[in-house]
Structure formats: C-alpha cells, structure tokens
C-alpha cells in the first residue's frame, strides 16, 4: 500500500522586481539603499519612517504641522 503524498507547498514569490524599473535599457532602482549596508539594502517604507532590515537604520519622516 502507497503512503498518502503530502500536500505541495505553497511558494512566496519573490518580489525583488517592484524595487527595480527599467527605462531605455538603463535599470533604476525605486527604493533608497541603507548608507551604513551599502547599494544592495533597500530601507522598507512604513508609515512614518524608513528602515534598513540588514542593521535597523531608521530614517523617520518629517510631518507638516498643519
């Protein structure tokens, strides 16, 4: 008798391509890089702040006051 087969696991997709445009054969990158990591560390855009993943830089955004 042949054992049940598991389940195929489901697959995160990478999503490297929404940080980088290409325009006129030249590739541009969408995101600022981490200054302290280098050119290959995107910092993460939340609400209010930029953050590196790799060193936790964190840039924060200034807010007008209104």
Same mark, same amino acid.
Do not use: D
């Given at each position: 008798?042949?054992?049940?087969?598991?389940?195929?696991?489901?697959?995160?997709? /990478?999503?490297?391509?929404?940080?980088?445009?290409? =325009? *006129? *054969?030249?590739?541009?990158?969408?995101?600022?890089?981490?200054?302290?990591? *280098?050119? *290959?560390?995107?910092?993460? =855009?939340?609400? /209010?702040?930029?953050?590196?993943? /790799?060193?936790?830089?964190? =840039?924060?955004?200034?807010? =007008?006051?209104?």
């Amino acid at each position: 008798m042949a054992a049940p087969q598991k389940p195929a696991k489901k697959s995160r997709s /990478n999503k490297v391509y929404k940080a980088y445009k290409v =325009e *006129g *054969g030249v590739l541009k990158r969408l995101r600022k890089t981490c200054p302290k990591c *280098g050119a *290959g560390v995107f910092l993460a =855009e939340h609400k /209010n702040r930029t953050t590196c993943g /790799n060193c936790h830089y964190t =840039e924060f955004i200034k807010r =007008e006051k209104q």
